[in-house]
């Protein structure tokens, strides 16, 4: 992104389990890329949840272009496969591609990602660093990089790992490659974005990352409210139903006059759901509370009939860019 809309270029995005952090990431990625900017999305976590989204084929570990954006942008997606991850990290810093391979051949790489899960997290971040300060022609590849990251659980642990190897490792190519991953992810150049939905469990997990980020040095970016519904009676009449005082004798004469069938039962069931919604948007209004008292700048993208398309993706990426001007956070 431009300097003036936001100093970030690393967007980390992660959630609870069922908030949408892939949705979420990927209309990100779509917002980001508007006006003809480039970008890459990253996916960590071996689901294939991009290609799902976008409908197109598993992606490779390869860099390909899965659309095109509002005004010409490019995003491209990458899905990191850890064993070629540590191909490329062995070429580049001890040129051993071929060693790596036969290590691979061996099932070595399995055997090492095992007893060591940290190694895994270091090269999938040592992957997104080296992407997010590519240059070509003294110019940065990508405007942005977003990373579809694991979950709110262990966001701080994956983003760490690699700075507790700098610690390990005195000198050696170990140690630069540890402390460049750790300069760029601390730096201003990067914001851990967390999604929620407005529900209790999800708002505490929110709440208990963003203060483990915040303790570990990472910066935090937006909160995005995901799966928000929005209140479909006017204010006096949302209060009325969420206290219980609506019934099907309040509704039967509108009925009649649509002329529609069912009579008092119908009525009945109508009030039923007209209170449920009441009552849900009542408590979710109360977590929207929480969710400002974490003092963080927040964007609510509202919950979508049906599945998620490449259609919804659009319209939830037009939400985020007008979060995008309205805060250089995210």
């Known amino acids: 992104m431009p300097p003036e809309l936001s100093p970030a270029r690393l967007h980390v995005v992660t959630g609870k389990g069922g908030t949408g952090k892939t949705t979420v990431a990927a209309a990100l990625a779509l917002a980001l890329a508007a006006d003809g900017h480039s970008v890459l999305l990253v996916e960590t976590e071996g689901r294939q949840g991009i290609a799902q989204l976008f409908d197109t084929a598993p992606l490779p570990y390869e860099e390909r272009r899965i659309a095109v954006a509002r005004g010409g942008g490019e995003l491209k997606a990458l899905a990191i496969d850890v064993e070629e991850a540590l191909l490329d990290y062995l070429d580049m810093f001890y040129n051993l591609r071929r060693a790596g391979r036969a290590l691979r051949k061996m099932g070595a790489i399995d055997f090492a990602t095992a007893i060591a899960p940290g190694l895994r997290d270091v090269l999938i971040t040592g992957k997104i660093k080296e992407a997010v300060t590519r240059r070509k022609d003294g110019r940065h590849v990508y405007d942005a990089v977003v990373v579809d990251a694991p979950p709110t659980g262990r ?8 700075g507790e190897m700098s ?27 967390v999604v929620t939905i407005l529900e209790d469990m999800p708002v505490q997990e929110t709440a208990d990352a963003i203060a483990e980020l915040q303790a570990a040095g990472l910066p935090i970016g937006s909160v995005v409210v995901n799966m928000a519904a929005e209140p479909v009676l006017p204010p006096e009449a949302l209060a009325r139903a969420a206290a219980g005082e609506l019934t099907g004798a309040d509704l039967s004469p509108a009925l009649a006059t649509a002329q529609l069938p069912g009579g008092p039962e119908v009525a009945d069931a109508l009030a039923a759901e007209v209170v449920e919604h009441a009552r849900r948007w009542v408590s979710q209004d109360a977590l929207r509370h929480q969710v400002t008292a974490l003092d963080r700048p927040t964007v609510e993208l509202p919950l979508l009939p049906g599945p998620v398309d490449l259609g919804c993706l659009f319209e939830l990426a037009g939400r985020l860019e007008e979060h995008l001007g309205a805060e250089v956070t995210l």
């Open 155 to 162: 966001i701080t642990r994956f983003l760490g790992v690699t």
């Open 167 to 193: 610690q390990l490792a005195r000198s050696g190519p170990i140690k630069t490659q540890s402390d460049g991953v750790m300069a760029v992810l601390r730096s201003p150049q990067t914001a851990v974005h």
